[in-house]
Structure formats: structure tokens, C-alpha cells
Nanobody, 123 residues
Framework: QVQLVESGGGLVQAGGSLRVSCAAS????????MGWFRQAPGKEREFVAA????????YYADSVKGRFTISRDDAKNTVYLQMNSLKPEDTAVYVC????????????????WGQGTQVTVSS
């Protein structure tokens, strides 16, 4: 089992920046690819970004490419999502996930999920 706890969400103005974190405990963190997804009210959960177990491979949704950066610190069992140039349409609950996956951009590619942290971007 892997337990995931997100933090760092909040309210920010459009154009601002925010960093959310996901702390993992349980099985060896470095074995897992990590992903960030988001879900806005009334919408399906959508892929945001992912990073491979080694940290060498990263993946981004087209909507966040160039604005968001995913990173991991295996010494701290933590994955980060740095979000810059935020837009109102980025407003959602951001959820992190862990998995031994070959499909990092899909919900089904992950085995463990956190509860999420709310990010609200005001216009």
C-alpha cells in the first residue's frame, strides 16, 4: 500500500503561481511513477502531468505544457507540481497518484490515489 497526502493548494489570482506537493508513505516511493490529475466540478478527472520512477521522463497535458513542471524528491518521498501563469480554467481539485504504469497519462494506469487539494484561480 502507498498512502498519498497532497498539500499546498489555495486561492491565487490569474497569472500567479502555486506549488502543490504530494507526500508518500508506505511501499518504496522510488519504485513508482507519479502523476497529477485534476477534477473540476461536473467534469471528469483529467491528466495533468506525470514523472517516471527514475525522474528522467516527464509527461504533460497540452493545456499545461510550458506552464507546469512536475518533479520528485525521492529522499523526501515527495512529488511536486509547480504551476505558473495560472488561469481560471486551472481551477480544480488536484490529486496525485502512484503506480507501476506504462500508461502515465491515463487514470487506469495508477493504483494509489490521494484525496486531493483545492486550487482556485480567480480572474
Amino acid at each position: 500500500q502507498v498512502q498519498l497526502v497532497e498539500s499546498g493548494g489555495g486561492l491565487v489570482q490569474a497569472g500567479g503561481s502555486l506549488r502543490v506537493s504530494c507526500a508518500a508513505s508506505g511501499r518504496t516511493f522510488s519504485y513508482y511513477a507519479m502523476g497529477w490529475f485534476r477534477q473540476a466540478p461536473g467534469k471528469e478527472r483529467e491528466f495533468v502531468a506525470a514523472i517516471g520512477w527514475s525522474g528522467r521522463s516527464t509527461y504533460y497535458a497540452d493545456s499545461v505544457k510550458g506552464r507546469f513542471t512536475i518533479s520528485r524528491d525521492d529522499a523526501k518521498n515527495t512529488v511536486y507540481l509547480q504551476m505558473n501563469s495560472l488561469k481560471p480554467e486551472d481551477t480544480a481539485v488536484y490529486v496525485c497518484a502512484a503506480g507501476r504504469t506504462i500508461r502515465p497519462s491515463t487514470v487506469s494506469g495508477y493504483d494509489y490515489w490521494g484525496q486531493g487539494t483545492q486550487v482556485t484561480v480567480s480572474s
